[in-house]
């Protein structure tokens, strides 16, 4: 189809041109030959679709791939997207790069840890199917709330993930937050617990986003009734900036005397830091403030970031505060 046409000019003339990619890796990514990659890059010189798409009013474009990996020691990829675009368009381009970059690094005999939000799904739409043999999809954090079992949703995208890799998938059938810390200690002593915390320690890959506090496009955690108004002004009082795995994050990246953290059923990010790669997809300024704390808690290898997020960031992120951890009393 042309339209998947004009899609790859796009994604080989950004790795190509933005990312400094070689030849023979793009055709990696892309799944096709270094001469079909040639010819991409080739038609984006000639439609000017480098000099019009690819090459927006900010100067920095070229290098911002480059300098986010100086500033915080990451593999990152940025996504070109123009400034006018809605966040809806941001969302499926980054989706579309994730996706393919997803495909690329998973394989037969691995084990990948999906946490569930409204990027993921977004995500597992553009998965292209890459048959495997003998992986594994394992759900990262629970999904049931006080108004939901959380089932549908997060079982759907997970087993979507699956589904493209031809993977056992390994759903993880706990709230998203239990209402006391006692329960969720117990519980974790369940084997059937156990078996889905095990898996998630084999994860070669573990793949997240982040989720906002403040900002236009609320996310799912937030929105979707996992929080009451006591929660919300503890995060408050605490100053949390948002979320991976729903473990809450400082704006300087501390975590651990967050108390609602104590209760939270995603991996923490100690836990998070003894997985090989992680792979963080953002897309939206809103997500600035959290996707500096998420780096700041040194949670992330590699990260997919449209353009205008990754010009906040890097404006963000000098001077970092101070790090600090609170004391009660």
């Known amino acids: 189809m042309e339209l998947d046409r004009e899609q790859d000019v796009l994604r080989a003339a950004s790795m190509y041109y933005l990312q400094d990619l070689k ?3 793009i055709a990696r990514h892309l799944g096709t030959s270094r001469s079909t990659v040639s010819r991409l890059i080739k038609r984006a010189r000639e439609t000017g679709l480098v000099e019009i798409t ?37 969302l499926d381009q980054v989706s579309m790069t994730a996706a393919k970059l997803l495909t690329s ?50 079982s759907d995208l997970i087993s979507s993930f699956g589904t493209a890799f031809a993977a056992a998938v390994h759903h993880f059938s706990v709230p998203a937050f239990f209402d006391f810390s006692d329960t969720k200690a117990a519980m974790w002593r369940e084997r059937s617990v156990r078996r889905v915390l095990d898996m998630q320690r084999r994860a070669d890959i ?6 906002a506090v403040a900002g236009a496009v609320p996310s799912h955690v937030y929105s979707a009734g996992y929080l009451d108004d006591a929660d ?46 992680r ?51």
């Open 23 to 25: 030849m023979e890796v």
């Open 54 to 90: 690819l090459r927006p009013a900010s100067t920095r474009a070229p290098g911002l791939g480059r300098s986010l990996s100086a500033a915080f020691g990451i593999d990152a990829y940025v996504v070109p997207v123009p400034d006018s675009s809605s966040h809806i368009e941001r």
């Open 105 to 154: 690094w998973f394989d037969s005999d691995m084990v990948l840890g999906v946490a569930w939000g409204t990027t993921l799904a977004s995500v597992s739409r553009y998965l292209v199917p890459k048959p495997t043999r003998g992986s594994a999809v394992v759900q990262l954090n629970g999904a049931a709330n006080m108004r939901t079992s959380g089932v549908d949703y997060a």
């Open 206 to 211: 573990a793949v997240f986003s982040v989720g």
């Open 232 to 277: 919300v002004r503890v995060l408050h009082d605490e100053g949390v900036v948002g979320d991976v795995c729903t473990v809450f994050l400082r704006a300087d990246g501390s975590w651990e005397d967050v108390p609602l953290n104590a209760r939270a059923t995603g991996p923490t990010p100690t836990e998070l830091q003894r997985l090989p790669r």
């Open 279 to 329: 792979v963080c997809i953002v897309a939206g300024d809103n997500k600035v403030a959290p996707l500096l704390a998420a780096l700041r808690a040194g949670v992330v290898t590699d990260l997919v970031v449209d353009e205008t997020t990754a010009v906040g960031l890097l404006d963000a992120a000098e001077p970092a505060p101070v790090r600090r951890t609170r004391t009660r009393g």
